[in-house]
Protein backbone atom coordinates (compact mmCIF):
# COMPACT_ATOMS: atom_id res chain seq x y z
CA UNK A 1 0.00 0.00 0.00
CA UNK A 2 1.36 3.44 -1.14
CA UNK A 3 1.73 6.38 1.38
CA UNK A 4 4.07 4.74 3.90
CA UNK A 5 7.47 4.56 2.16
CA UNK A 6 9.18 7.44 4.23
CA UNK A 7 8.48 5.04 7.36
CA UNK A 8 10.12 2.12 4.90
CA UNK A 9 13.63 4.19 4.10
CA UNK A 10 13.79 5.04 7.86
CA UNK A 11 13.69 1.40 9.00
CA UNK A 12 15.95 0.58 6.56
CA UNK A 13 18.42 3.26 7.86
CA UNK A 14 18.44 1.44 10.98
CA UNK A 15 18.68 -2.25 10.07
CA UNK A 16 22.19 -0.56 7.99
CA UNK A 17 23.14 0.43 11.52
CA UNK A 18 22.44 -2.67 13.05
CA UNK A 19 20.57 -0.91 15.68
CA UNK A 20 16.73 -2.65 14.34
CA UNK A 21 15.80 -5.04 16.49
CA UNK A 22 12.32 -7.84 15.97
CA UNK A 23 10.70 -8.09 19.52
CA UNK A 24 11.68 -10.74 21.72
CA UNK A 25 9.67 -13.45 22.39
CA UNK A 26 9.93 -15.35 25.52
CA UNK A 27 8.46 -18.68 25.61
CA UNK A 28 8.15 -19.09 29.40
CA UNK A 29 7.29 -17.33 32.66
CA UNK A 30 9.13 -14.40 33.66
CA UNK A 31 11.95 -15.74 35.96
CA UNK A 32 15.76 -15.50 36.65
CA UNK A 33 15.79 -17.95 33.73
CA UNK A 34 13.55 -17.68 30.63
CA UNK A 35 13.34 -19.57 27.27
CA UNK A 36 13.80 -17.87 24.09
CA UNK A 37 14.01 -19.14 20.77
CA UNK A 38 13.80 -22.72 22.68
CA UNK A 39 16.79 -22.16 24.59
CA UNK A 40 16.99 -21.32 28.20
CA UNK A 41 18.87 -17.59 29.50
CA UNK A 42 19.37 -16.44 32.36
CA UNK A 43 17.42 -13.06 31.96
CA UNK A 44 19.22 -10.00 32.87
CA UNK A 45 16.31 -7.16 31.23
CA UNK A 46 12.91 -7.64 33.21
CA UNK A 47 11.96 -5.19 35.37
CA UNK A 48 10.79 -8.01 37.80
CA UNK A 49 12.96 -7.01 40.53
CA UNK A 50 11.94 -9.00 43.14
CA UNK A 51 10.34 -12.10 41.34
CA UNK A 52 6.36 -11.56 41.89
CA UNK A 53 5.39 -12.07 38.58
CA UNK A 54 5.25 -15.66 39.73
CA UNK A 55 4.87 -15.17 43.45
CA UNK A 56 2.57 -17.78 44.93
CA UNK A 57 0.22 -15.27 47.07
CA UNK A 58 0.22 -12.81 43.64
CA UNK A 59 -1.01 -16.10 41.60
CA UNK A 60 -3.58 -16.78 43.69
CA UNK A 61 -5.02 -13.48 44.64
CA UNK A 62 -5.34 -13.35 40.97
CA UNK A 63 -7.27 -16.19 40.36
CA UNK A 64 -9.53 -15.95 43.28
CA UNK A 65 -10.13 -12.96 42.22
CA UNK A 66 -11.25 -13.66 38.43
CA UNK A 67 -13.61 -16.67 39.96
CA UNK A 68 -15.42 -13.97 42.29
CA UNK A 69 -15.14 -10.80 39.60
CA UNK A 70 -14.76 -12.16 36.37
CA UNK A 71 -12.07 -10.96 33.88
CA UNK A 72 -13.12 -7.31 33.37
CA UNK A 73 -15.07 -4.62 34.96
CA UNK A 74 -16.90 -2.98 31.33
CA UNK A 75 -16.49 0.63 31.95
CA UNK A 76 -14.12 3.32 32.72
CA UNK A 77 -13.74 4.21 36.41
CA UNK A 78 -16.30 7.56 36.88
CA UNK A 79 -19.12 5.61 34.89
CA UNK A 80 -19.23 1.77 36.47
CA UNK A 81 -15.92 0.56 36.58
CA UNK A 82 -15.01 1.40 40.14
CA UNK A 83 -15.26 -1.97 42.26
CA UNK A 84 -14.97 -2.07 46.03
CA UNK A 85 -11.50 -3.69 45.12
CA UNK A 86 -9.80 -0.73 43.43
CA UNK A 87 -11.07 2.02 46.38
CA UNK A 88 -9.61 -0.57 49.10
CA UNK A 89 -6.54 -1.42 47.16
CA UNK A 90 -6.07 2.73 46.81
CA UNK A 91 -6.50 3.25 50.50
CA UNK A 92 -3.51 0.38 51.21
CA UNK A 93 -1.33 2.19 48.59
CA UNK A 94 -1.84 5.45 50.40
CA UNK A 95 -1.23 3.72 53.16
CA UNK A 96 2.15 2.31 52.32
CA UNK A 97 3.27 5.13 50.88
CA UNK A 98 2.14 7.27 54.11
CA UNK A 99 0.24 9.77 51.82
CA UNK A 100 -3.71 11.29 52.46
CA UNK A 101 -4.76 9.27 49.33
CA UNK A 102 -3.02 7.20 45.94
CA UNK A 103 -5.18 7.12 42.25
CA UNK A 104 -4.20 3.79 40.39
CA UNK A 105 -3.94 4.78 36.38
CA UNK A 106 -3.31 2.18 33.65
CA UNK A 107 0.09 2.36 33.51
CA UNK A 108 2.81 4.50 34.87
CA UNK A 109 2.90 6.26 31.10
CA UNK A 110 -0.38 7.38 31.97
CA UNK A 111 0.06 8.73 35.80
CA UNK A 112 2.96 10.91 34.15
CA UNK A 113 1.05 11.91 31.20
CA UNK A 114 -2.00 12.36 32.90
CA UNK A 115 -0.59 14.54 36.08
CA UNK A 116 1.75 16.69 34.19
CA UNK A 117 -1.32 17.75 31.07
CA UNK A 118 -3.56 18.15 33.74
CA UNK A 119 -2.60 20.15 37.01
CA UNK A 120 -0.59 22.87 34.81
CA UNK A 121 -1.84 25.98 32.79
CA UNK A 122 -0.36 28.78 30.54
CA UNK A 123 0.72 30.60 33.87
CA UNK A 124 2.50 27.68 35.60
CA UNK A 125 6.14 26.84 34.33
CA UNK A 126 7.31 22.44 34.59
CA UNK A 127 11.05 22.04 35.14
CA UNK A 128 12.10 19.19 34.60
CA UNK A 129 15.61 17.30 34.74
CA UNK A 130 16.84 16.75 30.79
CA UNK A 131 17.36 12.63 31.65
CA UNK A 132 13.68 11.98 32.69
CA UNK A 133 11.72 9.24 31.55
CA UNK A 134 9.60 9.52 28.24
CA UNK A 135 6.63 9.59 29.82
CA UNK A 136 7.02 12.97 31.54
CA UNK A 137 8.55 14.49 28.56
CA UNK A 138 5.34 13.79 27.07
CA UNK A 139 3.22 14.66 30.11
CA UNK A 140 5.17 18.16 29.22
CA UNK A 141 4.64 18.11 25.58
CA UNK A 142 0.88 17.83 25.91
CA UNK A 143 0.54 20.87 28.72
CA UNK A 144 -0.14 24.18 27.88
CA UNK A 145 2.83 25.58 30.67
CA UNK A 146 5.85 26.70 29.80
CA UNK A 147 9.00 24.42 30.57
CA UNK A 148 12.23 24.40 31.46
CA UNK A 149 14.87 21.64 31.14
CA UNK A 150 17.85 21.14 33.64
CA UNK A 151 21.05 20.04 33.16
CA UNK A 152 20.84 16.38 34.57
CA UNK A 153 21.03 16.48 38.41
CA UNK A 154 22.76 19.60 38.53
CA UNK A 155 21.34 21.65 41.72
CA UNK A 156 22.98 24.89 40.36
CA UNK A 157 21.07 24.65 36.92
CA UNK A 158 18.08 23.40 38.86
CA UNK A 159 18.14 26.94 41.32
CA UNK A 160 19.12 29.24 38.23
CA UNK A 161 15.73 27.81 36.53
CA UNK A 162 14.21 28.04 39.76
CA UNK A 163 15.11 32.40 40.28
CA UNK A 164 14.16 32.59 36.84
CA UNK A 165 10.70 31.40 36.79
CA UNK A 166 9.85 33.11 40.06
CA UNK A 167 6.13 35.06 38.27
CA UNK A 168 4.77 32.07 37.33
CA UNK A 169 1.64 31.00 39.25
CA UNK A 170 2.64 27.67 40.06
CA UNK A 171 6.24 25.68 39.29
CA UNK A 172 6.83 22.10 39.16
CA UNK A 173 9.65 20.80 39.76
CA UNK A 174 9.83 16.82 38.32
CA UNK A 175 12.53 14.45 38.30
CA UNK A 176 13.19 10.86 38.00
CA UNK A 177 13.43 8.85 41.65
CA UNK A 178 16.21 6.43 39.82
CA UNK A 179 17.02 7.34 36.33
CA UNK A 180 16.10 4.40 34.01
CA UNK A 181 19.04 3.99 31.82
CA UNK A 182 22.04 5.09 34.42
CA UNK A 183 20.68 3.29 37.15
CA UNK A 184 21.29 6.65 39.12
CA UNK A 185 19.77 8.26 42.45
CA UNK A 186 18.35 12.01 42.44
CA UNK A 187 19.50 13.87 44.46
CA UNK A 188 16.22 14.38 45.66
CA UNK A 189 17.00 15.83 49.73
CA UNK A 190 18.82 18.79 47.58
CA UNK A 191 15.67 19.43 45.12
CA UNK A 192 13.35 19.54 47.62
CA UNK A 193 15.31 22.16 49.78
CA UNK A 194 15.70 24.12 47.03
CA UNK A 195 11.96 24.02 45.91
CA UNK A 196 10.94 25.08 49.58
CA UNK A 197 13.54 27.41 49.62
CA UNK A 198 11.48 28.88 46.30
CA UNK A 199 8.13 28.19 46.87
CA UNK A 200 7.82 25.45 44.11
CA UNK A 201 5.94 22.02 44.07
CA UNK A 202 8.03 19.14 43.76
CA UNK A 203 7.07 15.43 41.48
CA UNK A 204 9.09 12.75 41.38
CA UNK A 205 8.47 9.24 39.28
CA UNK A 206 9.16 6.53 41.55
CA UNK A 207 9.21 3.43 39.07
CA UNK A 208 12.75 2.03 38.99
CA UNK A 209 12.34 2.72 42.96
CA UNK A 210 9.45 1.39 44.41
CA UNK A 211 9.80 -1.78 45.89
CA UNK A 212 13.57 -1.33 45.40
CA UNK A 213 14.47 1.79 47.62
CA UNK A 214 13.23 2.87 51.19
CA UNK A 215 11.86 0.53 53.84
CA UNK A 216 9.84 -2.12 52.10
CA UNK A 217 10.50 -0.25 49.18
CA UNK A 218 8.27 2.40 49.88
CA UNK A 219 10.73 4.63 46.97
CA UNK A 220 12.67 7.37 47.07
CA UNK A 221 10.42 9.87 49.71
CA UNK A 222 11.40 7.26 52.27
CA UNK A 223 14.72 6.77 51.46
CA UNK A 224 15.49 9.63 51.78
CA UNK A 225 12.76 10.61 55.07
CA UNK A 226 11.24 12.93 52.70
CA UNK A 227 7.92 12.10 53.89
CA UNK A 228 5.09 15.04 54.03
CA UNK A 229 8.10 16.91 51.80
CA UNK A 230 6.95 16.00 48.16
CA UNK A 231 3.88 17.17 46.68
CA UNK A 232 3.39 14.77 44.16
CA UNK A 233 4.77 10.81 44.15
CA UNK A 234 4.08 8.78 40.44
CA UNK A 235 4.83 5.02 41.01
CA UNK A 236 4.64 1.55 38.90
CA UNK A 237 2.94 -1.62 39.62
CA UNK A 238 4.26 -3.13 36.51
CA UNK A 239 8.12 -3.35 37.56
CA UNK A 240 8.87 -4.73 41.32
CA UNK A 241 5.82 -4.75 41.87
CA UNK A 242 5.50 -7.52 39.45
CA UNK A 243 1.84 -6.67 37.71
CA UNK A 244 0.42 -3.90 35.83
CA UNK A 245 -0.60 -0.11 36.47
CA UNK A 246 1.04 3.19 37.71
CA UNK A 247 -0.64 5.29 40.88
CA UNK A 248 -0.29 8.68 42.01
CA UNK A 249 0.24 9.38 45.82
CA UNK A 250 -0.48 12.37 47.39
CA UNK A 251 -2.64 14.71 48.79
CA UNK A 252 -6.73 13.64 48.83
CA UNK A 253 -7.14 17.21 47.04
CA UNK A 254 -4.81 15.36 44.18
CA UNK A 255 -6.69 12.75 44.28
CA UNK A 256 -10.29 14.60 43.40
CA UNK A 257 -9.08 16.78 40.75
CA UNK A 258 -6.90 14.07 38.69
CA UNK A 259 -10.22 11.78 38.93
CA UNK A 260 -11.94 14.70 37.05
CA UNK A 261 -9.23 16.20 34.77
CA UNK A 262 -6.90 13.36 34.10
CA UNK A 263 -7.79 12.24 30.64
CA UNK A 264 -5.58 8.63 30.75
CA UNK A 265 -7.97 8.10 33.91
CA UNK A 266 -11.23 9.44 32.41
CA UNK A 267 -11.05 7.84 29.07
CA UNK A 268 -9.59 4.21 29.89
CA UNK A 269 -11.24 0.93 31.51
CA UNK A 270 -10.52 0.18 34.72
CA UNK A 271 -8.34 -2.69 35.99
CA UNK A 272 -9.36 -6.32 35.75
CA UNK A 273 -9.97 -7.81 39.25
CA UNK A 274 -7.11 -10.05 38.89
CA UNK A 275 -4.63 -6.99 38.39
CA UNK A 276 -5.83 -4.90 40.95
CA UNK A 277 -6.30 -8.24 43.08
CA UNK A 278 -2.34 -9.56 42.32
CA UNK A 279 -1.56 -5.95 43.16
CA UNK A 280 -2.62 -6.07 46.51
CA UNK A 281 -1.26 -9.16 47.56
CA UNK A 282 2.31 -7.65 46.16
CA UNK A 283 2.19 -5.01 48.79
CA UNK A 284 1.14 -7.83 51.53
CA UNK A 285 4.55 -9.24 50.17
CA UNK A 286 6.46 -6.09 50.38
CA UNK A 287 5.53 -5.45 54.09
CA UNK A 288 5.86 -9.18 55.37
CA UNK A 289 8.65 -10.54 53.25
CA UNK A 290 11.37 -7.84 53.31
CA UNK A 291 13.97 -10.32 52.56
CA UNK A 292 13.24 -10.23 49.19
CA UNK A 293 14.77 -6.85 49.03
CA UNK A 294 18.08 -7.31 50.82
CA UNK A 295 18.12 -10.37 48.60
CA UNK A 296 18.02 -7.95 45.63
CA UNK A 297 20.53 -5.74 47.32
CA UNK A 298 23.24 -8.43 47.93
CA UNK A 299 22.65 -9.40 44.31
CA UNK A 300 23.69 -5.91 42.81
CA UNK A 301 26.57 -5.35 45.11
CA UNK A 302 27.89 -8.47 44.11
CA UNK A 303 27.30 -8.37 39.69
CA UNK A 304 28.67 -4.54 39.73
CA UNK A 305 31.56 -5.74 41.56
CA UNK A 306 32.21 -8.69 38.94
CA UNK A 307 31.80 -6.13 36.06
CA UNK A 308 33.75 -3.11 37.67
CA UNK A 309 36.50 -6.34 37.90
CA UNK A 310 36.48 -7.15 34.32
CA UNK A 311 36.74 -3.64 33.58
CA UNK A 312 33.56 -2.67 31.49
CA UNK A 313 31.92 0.62 32.41
CA UNK A 314 29.04 0.86 34.20
CA UNK A 315 29.40 4.45 34.85
CA UNK A 316 27.43 5.81 37.81
CA UNK A 317 24.82 3.32 38.48
CA UNK A 318 23.81 3.18 42.63
CA UNK A 319 20.69 0.37 42.45
CA UNK A 320 19.69 -2.70 40.72
CA UNK A 321 19.99 -1.01 36.93
CA UNK A 322 23.33 -1.43 36.05
CA UNK A 323 24.20 -0.24 32.49
CA UNK A 324 27.70 -1.67 30.38
CA UNK A 325 27.99 1.05 28.32
CA UNK A 326 29.83 0.34 25.36
CA UNK A 327 29.76 3.83 22.54
CA UNK A 328 27.95 2.78 19.28
CA UNK A 329 24.75 1.33 18.91
CA UNK A 330 25.89 -1.64 16.42
CA UNK A 331 28.28 -1.91 19.08
CA UNK A 332 25.90 -2.54 21.61
CA UNK A 333 23.28 -5.14 19.80
CA UNK A 334 26.67 -6.75 19.01
CA UNK A 335 27.50 -7.39 22.66
CA UNK A 336 23.54 -8.05 23.62
CA UNK A 337 23.37 -10.78 20.53
CA UNK A 338 27.25 -12.20 22.01
CA UNK A 339 25.77 -12.77 25.06
CA UNK A 340 22.58 -14.60 24.08
CA UNK A 341 25.20 -16.86 22.35
CA UNK A 342 26.42 -17.63 25.52
CA UNK A 343 23.60 -18.38 27.54
CA UNK A 344 22.35 -14.52 28.64
CA UNK A 345 19.60 -12.30 27.35
CA UNK A 346 20.34 -8.83 28.27
CA UNK A 347 19.04 -6.37 25.33
CA UNK A 348 21.23 -3.52 23.86
CA UNK A 349 20.06 0.22 24.22
CA UNK A 350 20.67 2.75 21.70
CA UNK A 351 19.25 6.15 20.61
CA UNK A 352 16.77 7.90 20.71
CA UNK A 353 16.59 5.64 23.99
CA UNK A 354 20.14 7.12 24.97
CA UNK A 355 22.08 9.91 23.65
CA UNK A 356 24.02 9.07 20.57
CA UNK A 357 27.23 7.64 21.94
CA UNK A 358 26.25 6.08 25.00
CA UNK A 359 24.84 2.90 23.99
CA UNK A 360 24.83 0.11 26.07
CA UNK A 361 23.41 -3.13 27.54
CA UNK A 362 21.31 -2.34 30.18
CA UNK A 363 21.23 -5.69 33.05
CA UNK A 364 18.86 -5.97 35.44
CA UNK A 365 19.71 -8.21 38.41
CA UNK A 366 16.63 -9.63 41.01
CA UNK A 367 16.60 -11.29 44.33
CA UNK A 368 15.45 -14.29 42.39
CA UNK A 369 18.89 -14.64 40.51
CA UNK A 370 21.14 -17.21 42.32
CA UNK A 371 24.62 -16.76 42.83
CA UNK A 372 25.78 -19.36 40.20
CA UNK A 373 22.97 -17.51 37.78
CA UNK A 374 24.76 -14.32 38.22
CA UNK A 375 28.73 -15.90 38.00
CA UNK A 376 27.37 -17.68 34.85
CA UNK A 377 26.91 -14.20 33.72
CA UNK A 378 29.70 -12.56 34.26
CA UNK A 379 31.49 -15.57 32.86
CA UNK A 380 29.30 -14.82 29.51
CA UNK A 381 30.06 -10.93 29.77
CA UNK A 382 34.19 -11.45 29.91
CA UNK A 383 33.77 -13.99 26.67
CA UNK A 384 31.23 -11.43 24.88
CA UNK A 385 33.36 -8.26 25.66
CA UNK A 386 36.59 -10.12 24.27
CA UNK A 387 34.75 -11.59 21.05
CA UNK A 388 33.91 -8.53 19.92
CA UNK A 389 36.71 -6.45 21.27
CA UNK A 390 35.67 -4.59 24.21
CA UNK A 391 37.49 -6.24 27.04
Not at 13 to 24: D, H, I, K, N, S
Request: glycine share 10%; proline share 3%.
Amino acid sequence: MKGLEHLEREIETWRQEGVFRPLTEIESEQGSRVVIRGKEVIQLSSNNYLGLTTHPRLKEAALEAVRTYGAGTGSVRTIAGTFSMHERFEEKLARFKHTEAALVFQSGFTANVGVIASILGEEDVVISDELNHASIIDGIRLTKASRRIYRHADLDDLEKALKETQSARTRLVVTDGVFSMDGDIAPLKEIVELCERYDAIVMVDDAHASGVLGKNGRGTVDHFGLHGRVHIQVGTLSKAIGVLGGYVAGSRTLRDYLIHRARPFLFSTSHPPAVTAACSAAIDVLLEEPELIDRLWENTRFFKEGLRKLGFDIGDSQTPITPVIVGEGAKAMALSDALFEEGVYAQGIAYPTVPKGKARVRTIVTATHTREDLQQALDAFERAGKKIGIL
